[in-house]
């Protein structure tokens, strides 16, 4: 029975894969997909009748189409033996025996004698695989990162240690498709029908890539807060996603080596929210005041406050409370401020110079006897 059940399988197989056969990208692919296996079409518009062909056979003559923002990577038996970066249609060919096809122009008799008795050898089924995969060279968004408690940073212009709670997202690239295969994909997703998708959550190879990623969120907020280029302000991070970005790589690239190693890159972040902890909020909000008070506008706040300073001790304490002032002046840096200047106090008068004027006053009628006493004796002080 079992003699029988391989010749048939074998002669079936052989004569099934002589056609030629359509390959393209399997439908409903989700967005974010990274690698999958190219599909053969069977049938279009309810024409075609190659169904029962091998899976990891690859007919000699068949058509490869690679649409935009697409790799195309081929593998015999396990091992990539090509790789396509452009778009295009390509047609299949190779000299492994299991490959070839009386329409390709392989012969008539040698395909089907040599590939019935080499299956023939492995129960009737093909001794070789051949595979084709897309691989994604778009940019893949969605990737998200988020920490649960604070992580700290030394923050150059805030010279001290800061915390945070953040939260974002980041669009990742496949820059090296064949470091990326190689080193980092696992064997379940090289079959037909799998889909290698960074933002599954069955995926424990994406999962990792989360794991890291929140591992070098400290570095890359300390790369970017101390980077003079980027203006040492965190209150930036926000505004900036190709610049963090940027930070995000380094720290990933010197923590993990996703580039050197992975053939991995993150392009762009986006930062939802960034929760500071209470210490590093007191810091801004002094950083803030400090800012508003900086050049002319800071000038003319403090001119004002001193001013208010003046008419309050005026008020309240009299010469006190203008040598209390004075001082903060000092303290604050308003000496070089414009002060207005108090007149001189009036010399008081000589008092036989003042009755000499009244005399003078008195003799003119100008004022009678009686105001003339009583000036007198005000200048005598009697």
Known sequence: MGLIQAVKGAVGGVLADQWKDFYTVPAGLPSTAAL?????????????????????????????????????????????????????????????????????????????????????????????????????????????????????WDDGFLNTQVGAVTRGSYTLKIVDPILFVKNFVPAAYLQPGKVFDFTDLDNAAASQLFNEVVGSLAPAFSLYTNDPAKGNRITKL???????????????????????????????????????????????????????????????????????????????????????????????????????VAPAAPAAEDPVAKLKKAKEMLDLGLITQDDYNALKAKALGL
């Open 36 to 152: 999958f296996a190219a599909v053969p079409q069977g049938t279009n518009a309810g024409r075609g009748s190659n169904t029962s062909g091998s899976s990891n056979i690859i007919t000699n003559g068949s058509k490869i189409v690679v649409p935009e923002g697409y790799g195309l990577l081929l593998f015999q038996d396990g091992a990539i033996t090509g790789f396509v970066a452009e778009p295009g249609g390509y047609e299949w060919r190779s000299d492994d025996l299991n490959s070839q096809s009386i329409f390709a122009g392989d012969g008539i008799v040698t395909p089907l004698i040599k590939q019935s008795w080499e299956r023939f050898k492995f129960g009737g089924q093909p001794g070789g695989q051949q595979a084709a995969f897309f691989v994604s060279l778009k940019e893949l968004p969605d990737n998200r990162f988020g920490t649960q408690s604070e992580i700290y």
């Open 238 to 340: 926000q505004q900036d996603s190709l610049g963090f970005a940027q930070s995000l790589s380094a720290a990933v690239e010197q923590g993990y080596q996703w580039k050197s190693d992975r053939g991995l890159a993150i392009v762009k972040t986006a930062i939802v929210s960034i929760e500071y902890d209470a210490n590093t909020r007191e810091l801004l909000k002094t950083v803030q005041r400090a800012d508003a008070l900086s050049g002319g506008r800071g000038n003319s706040n403090l001119q004002a406050s001193v001013a208010q300073g003046i008419q309050s001790a005026g008020e309240n304490g009299g010469a006190a409370g203008l040598v209390g002032v004075g001082m903060a002046s000092g303290m604050f840096g308003a000496g070089s401020l414009q002060q207005p």
